[in-house]
């Protein structure tokens, strides 16, 4: 009986991957280029429609690649024009990707993982538990797709002007993957984006932003969310195996090595917990000899938590004391929280390998 052939998805390949691939089939290294500038610049992921190559190639690449982006299962928009697009990969599992739009720029939010393999408790991504990674197709894919529904502006330019690297996972835990797609974003042959138009949110994996540093150049936003260790220990659980001092000094080697770089740190306010004065006089100290911004966000609520969002005077004391401190501090407005779209509430569907989901389920019975 004949084999089946599996197929390369050629979105898993970078620059650098794709000549290696057209070279290990004995063609030139330039037909890199040609094709991906036909998936990132064109939109074409049929080969057929690849005039540019022979048709002997077209016929060879239809045999042995392809190029398949993740399927759009579900879209929804918000009343404020936030749109949220669940990305099906076949066999169960799903993400969500979100597309937040503003007067002069529009970020996507795209994913990295499957679930997340990190336990922070104020997430709803990590309540699902985790169930595998993303490939790096998977990843650029969803750029890919977001690009394609929402065309261009007026003037011709992609409505996709920043990508970040917030949704569902932990990058930092899907290194390979997620480099070989900050790659693609960054490449004049991909996206081309500059280096402070991508963003990698990471919850203070100290060995990846280490690694991250020597490898690519991209903006770097860190999830904080407290100012001391015992505090942080109990929001992100993380912070037991790296601890703010060890984090911090991560991120100044970080911005030490990127000229004109600064760290943003994200800091989720929970009313009651992490929102009072003495924890913004700690920010200060912690934060101010570090070229920073801090982003203040507001909690946003999902089925289960106990947590609640600080109250708005909350959130512009706080504000005023760390700014007064000398840090530069925004609150980010909520967007798309309507379709829970908003920062923390993505959750898309996970066949938890972790059994995670299931034990919150049980301690919430419990609790009834």
Request: proline share 4%.
């Amino acid at each position: 009986m004949p084999t089946s052939v599996t197929r390369i998805n050629l979105m898993d390949l970078d620059e650098s991957g794709l000549r290696a691939f057209f070279q290990s089939i004995g063609e030139k290294p330039f037909r890199a280029a040609q094709v991906m500038k036909w998936i990132y610049h064109q939109g074409i992921i049929d080969f057929d429609r690849m005039t540019n190559l022979g048709l002997d190639l077209r016929q060879r690449l239809m045999l042995i690649a392809e190029i398949v982006p993740p399927r759009v299962l579900k879209t929804q928009t918000s009343v404020d024009g936030t749109c949220k697009w669940l990305m099906g990969f076949g066999g169960g599992n799903a993400i969500e990707t979100v597309f937040i739009p503003q007067p002069k720029r529009g970020t996507l939010c795209i994913s990295s993982q499957v679930g997340c393999a990190l336990n922070c408790t104020f997430c709803a991504t990590g309540a699902q538990g985790f169930s595998r990674n993303l490939t790096t197709g998977e990843i650029i894919g969803q750029v890919w797709q977001a690009a394609k529904i929402l065309g261009q502006d007026r003037n011709g330019r992609s409505r996709i002007t920043n990508v970040v690297l917030m949704g569902m996972g932990e990058p930092l835990l899907n290194f390979d993957a997620v480099v070989s797609a900050l790659s693609l974003l960054r490449h004049d042959l991909g996206f081309g984006l500059a280096a402070r138009r991508v963003t990698l949110s990471t919850a203070g994996l100290v060995p990846g932003i280490d690694r991250l540093r020597d490898t690519i150049d991209v903006a770097l936003a860190v999830s904080l969310h407290a100012p001391v260790d015992d505090l942080r220990e109990k929001l992100v659980p993380l912070n037991k195996k790296y601890p703010i001092a060890e984090l911090l000094r991560s991120c100044a080697d970080y911005v030490g090595a990127k000229r004109k770089r600064t760290i943003t740190f994200e800091y989720t306010l929970i009313d009651g917990i992490n929102d009072h004065p003495e924890h913004a006089r700690k920010l200060v100290k912690l934060l101010r000899r570090l070229p920073s911004k801090l982003n203040l966000i507001p909690f946003n609520p999902f089925p289960g938590t106990q947590f609640r969002c600080s109250s708005d005077e909350s959130i512009r004391r706080f504000q005023k004391i760390v700014m007064q401190g000398g840090l530069i501090a925004i609150v980010r407005k909520t967007r798309g929280d309507d379709i829970d779209a908003a920062c923390g509430q993505l959750v898309g569907k996970v066949l938890d390998r972790t059994r995670r989901s299931e034990r919150i389920r049980q301690q919430r019975i419990t609790n009834r």
